[in-house]
């Protein structure tokens, strides 16, 4: 996944990155998969897909830029 980094457009834009640190059960990523998230919710890369990685793509994005 670090591919995701490294193929990121250089457009100087913000963005966060969402990263899997762990896991249990069954899951479709494991630890280590990663996504970017724009201000305006453009995903690149993905954690798993579905309504959780919708939702945490929404936090991510109402961050992206604040610092934290």
């Avoid at 457009?11 to 966060?16: A, F, H, L, P, V």
């Avoid at 059960?25 to 579905?50: F, K, L, Y």
Wanted: hydrophobic share 30%; with cysteine; proline share 3%.
């Amino acid at each position: 996944d670090v591919d995701v980094i490294l193929n990121l457009p250089k457009t100087g834009e913000q963005r966060s990155l969402v990263t899997i640190l762990s896991s249990t059960g069954s899951v479709p990523r494991s630890a280590g998969a990663c996504m970017t998230v724009t201000r305006d919710r453009r995903i690149t890369g993905s954690i798993g897909g579905g309504c959780s990685e919708s939702e945490i793509a929404a936090g991510a994005a109402e961050n992206t830029g604040t610092g934290r």
